[in-house]
């Protein structure tokens, strides 16, 4: 199953558990909901890896989180256009979607994550020196929380209120 593209329209929200992954070339920052995808918290950070053992990882979270539907962060250009990043972003969303049956993959656009993730943590008194452990993961925070608080909710549990 391929890769949903970030210009798709959104599929009915499905209740249930969220992981939002961000691509690096060095490490891949992962991020999981709570069972009722309102809030994105900080889960792992994965070394990618030639033999793509952090593919298999992911597939086991998703797995053992229990995970209904994995984003993965679209880096485009500030222009919108997509560059070696994007490619390689994408690349790596259909090798992850190739592992995980039908769990559906989403991209979505990310511009500025690893910029407002880092702006974040230095709020919270994290020098960048300290930053480079948690980074990533700050930046899946970042990119899975937005697409969380961008989806409509439906039914009588949506945001409190009734259908």
């Given at each position: 199953?391929?890769?949903?593209?970030?210009?798709?329209?959104?599929?009915?929200?499905?209740?249930?558990?969220?992981?939002?992954?961000?691509?690096?070339t060095v490490r891949v920052g992962v991020a999981v909901s709570d069972a009722t995808g309102?809030?994105?918290?900080?889960?792992?950070?994965?070394?990618?890896?030639?033999?793509?053992?952090?593919?298999?990882?992911?597939?086991?979270?998703?797995?053992?989180?229990?995970v209904v539907e994995v984003v993965v962060g679209l880096p485009k250009h500030l222009s919108?256009?997509?560059?070696?990043?994007?490619?390689?972003?994408?690349?790596?969303?259909?090798?992850?979607?190739?592992?995980?049956?039908?769990?559906?993959?989403?991209?979505?656009?990310?511009?500025?994550?690893?910029?407002?993730?880092?702006?974040?943590?230095?709020?919270?008194?994290?020098?960048?020196?300290?930053?480079?452990?948690?980074?990533?993961?700050?930046?899946?925070?970042?990119?899975?929380?937005?697409?969380?608080?961008?989806?409509?909710?439906?039914?009588?549990?949506?945001?409190?209120?009734h259908s």
């Amino acid at each position: 199953m391929p890769a949903e593209d970030a210009g798709n329209a959104a599929p009915a929200w499905v209740p249930g558990r969220r992981l939002g992954v961000d691509v690096g070339t060095v490490r891949v920052g992962v991020a999981v909901s709570d069972a009722t995808g309102m809030l994105a918290s900080p889960l792992v950070t994965l070394r990618r890896a030639k033999d793509q053992s952090d593919l298999d990882r992911l597939a086991e979270l998703v797995v053992t989180e229990e995970v209904v539907e994995v984003v993965v962060g679209l880096p485009k250009h500030l222009s919108g256009a997509s560059g070696a990043s994007a490619r390689d972003a994408s690349a790596y969303a259909e090798a992850l979607a190739s592992r995980i049956g039908n769990v559906p993959v989403h991209l979505v656009d990310e511009r500025l994550s690893t910029v407002t993730a880092a702006s974040h943590l230095r709020a919270g008194g994290i020098t960048a020196r300290n930053q480079r452990s948690v980074i990533d993961q700050a930046a899946a925070v970042v990119i899975l929380q937005s697409h969380l608080d961008g989806r409509p909710r439906t039914g009588p549990d949506a945001w409190g209120r009734h259908s």
